[in-house]
């Protein structure tokens, strides 16, 4: 009733494309950064380490993702499961999707026909744990 005519008149603009595409373009540019900061190196990890499980071999020094140490004593190409001795004597079968991590590699063999281990470095530190 009191309204006055101009304001009654003036209907808001009808949302266009341009207002559409400038509302979804932030969303658009941290999908993107979300892409290449999170996504993609995550691929790239599980890549490798895929990669990394499907390579080990006989005589791998290998960590479970139990954090068991061990060596791989069989392992045949194609399986599922490698068998690792975790002490003297004692093996257990392990899904090559349960190794964390391989300790020394083993190369491929070199010109004399033997396998060559890559060297690894151990430290032992001297503290109030040793006993």
């Given at each position: 009733?009191?309204?006055?005519?101009?304001?009654?008149?003036?209907?808001?603009?009808?949302?266009g494309a341009t207002d559409m595409?400038?509302?979804?373009?932030?969303?658009?540019?941290?999908?993107?950064?979300?892409?290449?900061?999170?996504?993609?190196?995550?691929?790239?990890r599980m890549k490798e380490h895929r990669a990394l499980v499907s390579a080990a071999k006989?005589?791998?020094?290998v960590v479970t993702n139990g954090g068991?140490?061990?060596t791989i004593t069989k392992a045949v190409d194609g399986e599922n499961d490698v068998e690792v001795e975790i002490a003297t004597g004692?093996?257990?079968?392990?899904?090559?999707?349960?190794i964390q991590d391989v300790l020394n590699?083993?190369?491929p063999a070199g010109k004399g026909g033997k396998?060559?281990?890559a060297k690894t470095v151990e430290t032992k530190?001297?503290?109030?744990?040793d006993a």
């Open positions: 009733m009191f309204i006055s005519e101009a304001y009654a008149q003036a209907a808001a603009p009808a949302p595409l400038t509302s979804f373009l932030p969303l658009v540019l941290i999908f993107v950064v979300f892409w290449f900061l999170m996504i993609r190196p995550q691929q790239k006989k005589g791998d020094k068991i140490l061990g004692v093996k257990v079968r392990v899904l090559r999707s349960a590699r083993t190369m396998a060559v281990e530190s001297e503290g109030a744990n």
